[in-house]
Structure formats: C-alpha cells, structure tokens
C-alpha cells in the first residue's frame, strides 16, 4: 500500500511504515517526473542539500536501512551510530525532534531493535511533510524538472 502523498492538500494522516518516502515523492505531485523514470528522491534530496536541510531525510533514509538489519551486534552497533550521528542533542547531523521522543529513543538503546527510532523517525517525517516537501513542490529546481519533462513529452 503506498503512503499518502506528501501533498499538502492530502489532510488524511499517514500511518508511519505503510510505505516509503520514495513512493511517496511519486506521488500525483510528481507523476509527470516519475512517468518519465527521473528519480524524484534524488531530486528532493538534492533540493534539501541546496537548502541546507537534509538531515531529516538522511535519518529517515537511514533508518530504513537500519530496520533491514537482523543481526543483533550489528543492530546494536548501528543504532549508537544512528543515535550519535542524527539523534544525540549535539549531534553533527542533529534532526529536529522534542526532548520527549529524543528520550525515548535513548531508552529504546538499551535493548535495540529495528523499532528503536520508530517515533523519532515518524516525527523527521511529518516534519518534511509538513515543511520541507511543500517547499520542494514550489521550487524552481521542481518547476524547471517539470517543464523539461513536458517539453521532452512533446517531443516524443
């Protein structure tokens, strides 16, 4: 089942796992970019790094990785990694997440699992939902990929 779009307009709430960022960027917003086999991800992420604000998707991005993992040391380790990287209040590629989800997720290190960064990932999610994706879809760089794919559908 494919997540609901990250389009603004789309009011119904996402349930966190129902699908992956990626099928959401493929979207109604960005099906003319899809049709065409252009990577939307790439795009996003790119149009996050212009601005200085891919950490979100990175974290998210990450842990879908991590929740692949089934060995138990490399679980363990990965998340202190995950933690220090993206979670620890200080971190080099600190998310924006509240004190209480940051806790949690410290407690959920004590025992590891692939749900550890459930919420903390669930909150990197909505904020790129509510913030970042909207700003994607006003952008020049989304608008420009938009035109060229039309003028590459004539063309064709």
Sequence with gaps: MLRP???TRDKRRPRHGEGT???????????KLSNRGYDGMITFQAFLKAEFSDENLEFWLVCEDYKKVKCSFRLSAKARKIFKCHVQAGAPREINIDHKTRELVKRNLEAPSTACF???QSVAYDLMERDSYPRF????IYRT???STSESIIKS
Excluded: C, I
């Excluded at 879809?137 to 020049?140: A, C, D, E, P």
């Design 145 to 147: 990929l938009l035109d």
């Design 5 to 7: 779009s990250m389009d």
């Design 118 to 120: 459930h919420e903390a």
């Design 137 to 140: 879809l006003r952008s020049g």
């Design 21 to 31: 960022l990626a099928s959401s960027l493929q979207s109604r917003s960005s099906r």
